[in-house]
Nanobody
Framework: QVQLVESGGGLVQAGGSLRLSCAAS????????MGWLRQAPGKERESVALSRSGGRSYYLDSVKGRFTISRDNAKNTVSLQMNSLKPEDTAVYYCAADSDAGWGRPDDFAYWGQGTQVTVSS
């Protein structure tokens, strides 16, 4: 089992920045895929940023150039730096982990944090 705890959400004005952090514990591995996913009201959950072993990262098109995922395997943490935030980034953000995570879709992740709210005001 892997336990994930997110922190760092909050309210920010459009154009501002936030940094989300996720602490992993339990049977973690540097080979695990770590991801940040989000769910806005009335919308399906979507994958925002993924970090695979070997330093490979993938981003949702709408956040490319604005969001950066990073991980510290020694500390079992993964972070999401969010810059130039837009109102459409408003959502509950979840940290997720999986040993494989297939295509990186929400259904591909076995372990989830409780989520943290990010609200971007216009």
């Amino acid at each position: 089992q892997v336990q994930l705890v997110e922190s760092g959400g909050g309210l920010v004005q459009a154009g501002g920045s936030l940094r989300l952090s996720c602490a992993a514990s339990g049977r973690t591995s540097s080979r695990y895929v770590m991801g940040w996913l989000r769910q806005a009201p009335g919308k399906e959950r979507e994958s925002v940023a993924l970090s695979r072993s070997g330093g490979r990262s993938y981003y949702l098109d709408s956040v490319k150039g604005r969001f950066t995922i990073s991980r510290d395997n020694a500390k079992n943490t993964v972070s999401l730096q969010m810059n130039s935030l837009k109102p459409e980034d408003t959502a509950v953000y979840y940290c997720a982990a999986d040993s494989d995570a297939g295509w990186g879709r929400p259904d591909d992740f076995a372990y989830w944090g409780q989520g943290t709210q990010v609200t971007v005001s216009s």
